[in-house]
């Protein structure tokens, strides 16, 4: 080739069209019109679109570096890019740059979560020269709803709940602007195009004040809503609604107006402001209704994240004009609870709406954009300096979890409490948002309405199923119908396998999982045992020493049996009729247990709850965990009294503590501090020991009683104090709500490794 081809073709090479595939979390943030600017700004063509990967671009023209440069360093705030692989393509000539339609065929981009209402959109809200000016469903590319509206992919305004709103000419102007901020905005509308609200705000806050409870439709279902600070209110909502004792959430202005109830630290304060827009529990100033919290001394609190939640407060302060009553305190703070009557899922629609909130509800307010996938408010806490899930839902579900490898495709189905499921494609996790107790028929039903839209809106088919060890589970019947490769993960050994999961913990795990109940491989009430857990496979290397289950299911409702239990593993059967004189069975019981005629349990929840009820703190439960949460609330400084706890050959046994409870006459306080006093410096020797056996240094910290602060804190200090790395979990609650993530680590593990032995037979 001579000199002058030579630079022919080198130019050629300079000037080629680059196609650029982006994948990650890129549709339905902005991704098309933020490319469309840097298009703009280096002078390029080309085009544009979304597809089944993700986000497709080519570009031409001399700045094509300068672009790729800047789509790395200034994606939209929503976006999340996985990986941008670029080819080098011949050229097209074409003038201009253009957003192409949606291509069709299979899924693999995902959907971002829900996002709170952005700062430029919140300026619009307020500003009178807006055309968005009080309109409760302003939204742009930066903010509003994404997960429950759409009902699959790629993200188009066709495949969303606003598909049939027709754009009005200025909508549609800005829709087609590049200059514009709603610039291909899925969500664009206005008052005179889009959803209505069927009530104004001022109104609502009318009846709020007025001691009313109004249920009103949000984002991802509605909210039972009454004055947090009228004690009547309160009361009637937790009779309407049947919940006697289980704490509710509020909702204040702004984070200035929080000191006036919460105690909250620079870590809360973060949280509570995170785009999300999570409930945050911090410490209660007891400044509210009594019966929110209902004796507890920490408070679940939310910002306003949806429009609608604004203009409540912006009313509630007497419609100040402009927008800088925002930052100021507001003394207007609202219980703001699930419309779920008697633990069924949430109400989304306004038919279902007036059949299960007219007996709670003294106004039901809705609206016409539907909800498609029903989501709860996310819970968290500030757990060992970090944020901790309670419950993982709405602005975080169906975000991924990186399992940092490549692996097949699985489903797995959770357990029977708090449950989720969780669906891996590639390197990814997707857990679902809250789902909750399949003890109904509505619930069941919104347990296969996630199923169904997860696996569709990732176009997954699953090649293996997870389901829990026990048989008589609703979940594990269902995977059994499935015709598929089947693995029964235990519960315990997923719990840790999670934790695995998300730290991305591969070879041995040490673990602990500290939980109310799991089935054994012996069938047995488990639930404080400790473990060494890779991929599928699990050992069981100590527990908790056994304590008689008295009613079986039962005693989880009536601590009170638990307490007599505990009696008899301390030689004190003859102090039941005594301690609990108001539970006619009390001598029945203690006599069946002087004949051993219960189940065993190895369960730290039923430890907990023995613990509780013989301190007197609680003899009947209301709701799941309220023993432990009552007994920790009384605790200021955990302390363990010397020789609290035994540990004979890997079994723990804290039999001397509860009888120094049973028989020293400590108050409650002093019970509670001195039961997680020993517990913290019992389990740290426990675990330890084995760490030192196993020749272990990292231990996973999960289970239910995980949730328990003192305990996690605790715990975590004292193991790093003996040279250990605790692993807490984060991205998903350590409790069930966790555990499908669990079964699908171990079931890709265990699929994986049948995969490499059918290759290896067939090349052998």
């Known amino acids: 080739m001579n000199r002058m081809s030579l630079a022919a073709a080198a130019s050629r090479e300079s000037n080629a069209r680059l196609r650029i595939r982006v994948r990650g979390a890129v549709q ?30 080519e570009i031409e023209g001399e700045r094509r570096e300068d672009f790729l440069t800047a789509l790395r360093q200034e994606k939209p705030p929503l976006a999340k890019i996985d990986s941008i692989q670029v080819e080098r393509i011949g050229l097209c000539g074409e003038q201009g740059f253009s957003i192409r339609e949606s291509a069709g065929g299979g899924s693999h981009t995902r959907i971002v979560a829900d996002a709170a209402t952005c700062e430029a959109c919140l300026e619009e809200l307020f500003d009178a020269t807006s055309r968005f000016h009080l309109y409760p469903f302003i939204t742009c590319t930066h903010c509003g709803p994404r997960f429950t509206i759409a009902a699959s992919l790629p993200y188009d305004r066709r495949q969303t709940s606003m598909a049939r709103f027709a754009m009005c000419p200025d909508c549609a102007r800005d829709y087609a602007d590049p200059k514009s901020r709603r610039f291909h905005a899925e969500t664009i509308a206005c008052s005179k195009c889009g959803p209505c609200l069927d009530v104004d705000p001022g109104l609502i806050v009318e009846k709020i004040r007025a001691g009313a409870i109004v249920a009103v439709k949000g984002v991802g279902g509605y909210h039972l809503m009454c004055d947090a600070r009228n004690e009547a209110a309160v009361a009637e909502l937790r009779r309407r609604k049947e919940r006697d004792a289980k704490p509710f959430a509020v909702m204040a202005a702004n984070a200035a107006s929080l000191a006036l109830f919460a105690a909250s630290g620079e870590g809360e304060l973060a949280l509570i402001q995170q785009r999300a827009r999570p409930i945050v529990v911090m410490k209660s100033k007891d400044a509210l209704a009594p019966s929110i919290v209902a004796g507890l001394r920490r408070i679940g609190v939310m910002l306003p994240y949806a429009p ?18 925002r930052e100021e305190v507001n003394d207007f703070v609202i219980v703001a609870t699930s419309a779920n009557p008697g633990g069924e899922p949430l109400v989304v629609d306004e038919e279902d709406a007036r059949r299960r909130l007219s007996p709670i509800a003294d106004l039901i307010v809705g609206h016409d954009r539907s909800i498609v996938v029903r989501a709860d408010d996310s819970v968290a806490a500030i757990v060992d300096g970090a944020p901790a899930f309670l419950r993982r839902a709405r602005g975080y579900a169906p975000d991924p979890i990186d399992l ?25 996790a997707f857990v679902s948002q809250h789902i909750g107790d399949l003890d109904d028929a509505e619930s069941v039903r919104f347990y296969h309405e996630t199923l169904r839209h997860l696996l569709s809106i990732l176009d997954v088919e699953p090649e293996a199923v997870a389901c829990d060890f026990h048989p008589d589970f609703y979940s594990t019947r269902i995977a059994e119908e499935m015709a598929l490769p089947l693995l029964r993960a235990q519960h315990h050994a997923a719990h840790i396998a999670a934790l695995a999961a998300e730290h991305v913990v591969s070879g041995p795990m040490l673990g602990v999982a500290l939980d109310g109940y799991g089935m054994g491989d012996d069938r047995g009430a488990w639930g404080g045992e400790l473990m060494l857990v890779e991929g599928a496979a699990w050992k069981r290397l100590g527990h908790l020493a056994p304590l008689a289950l008295p009613g079986g299911d039962r005693a989880a409702r009536e601590p009170w049996r638990m307490g007599i239990a505990a009696l008899g593993a301390v030689g004190r059967l003859d102090l039941a009729e005594r301690l609990f004189p108001e539970t006619p069975l009390s001598a029945k019981i203690a006599e069946s247990l002087r004949r051993g005629m219960a189940p065993k349990t190895t369960s730290m929840g039923r430890l907990f709850d023995a613990a509780a009820a013989l301190a007197g703190v ?24 010397p ?14 503590v509860l009888a120094f409870i049973a028989t020293g006459r400590p108050s409650p306080r002093e019970a509670a501090e001195y039961f997680h006093g020993a517990l913290i410096e019992g389990c740290a020797e426990w675990i330890a020991a084995a760490a030192q056996a196993q020749g272990q240094s990292r231990v996973a910290l999960g289970g239910g009683c995980m949730m328990n602060r003192i305990l996690a804190e605790g715990l975590a200090g004292a193991l790093r104090s003996r040279g250990l790395f605790p692993l807490l979990a984060r991205a998903v609650p350590c409790n069930d709500g966790g555990l499908s993530l669990g079964q699908a680590a171990m079931a890709r593990a265990a699929f994986a490794v049948g995969e490499r032995e059918k290759e290896s037979t067939a090349c052998a």
């Open 28 to 57: 339905g943030v902005g991704f098309r019109p933020f490319a469309h600017g840097l298009a703009a700004r280096y002078g390029l063509s080309g085009f544009v679109q979304n597809d089944g990967e993700g986000v497709l671009l």
């Open 308 to 325: 609608l939640h604004h203009l409540l407060f912006h009313a509630a302060a007497g419609f100040p004009p402009g927008g800088a009553w």
């Open 404 to 428: 940092g490898a490549d692996g097949p495709s699985v489903v797995a189905l959770g357990a029977h409490l708090k449950t989720s499921v969780t669906v891996t494609r590639g390197r990814e």
């Open 618 to 641: 609680c003899l009947e439960q209301r709701y799941e965990g309220q023993a432990a949460m009552a007994f920790e609330a009384l605790v200021e400084t955990p302390r363990a009294l």
């Open 643 to 656: 020789g609290s706890f035994a540990i004979r050959k890997a079994v723990l046994d804290f039999a001397p």
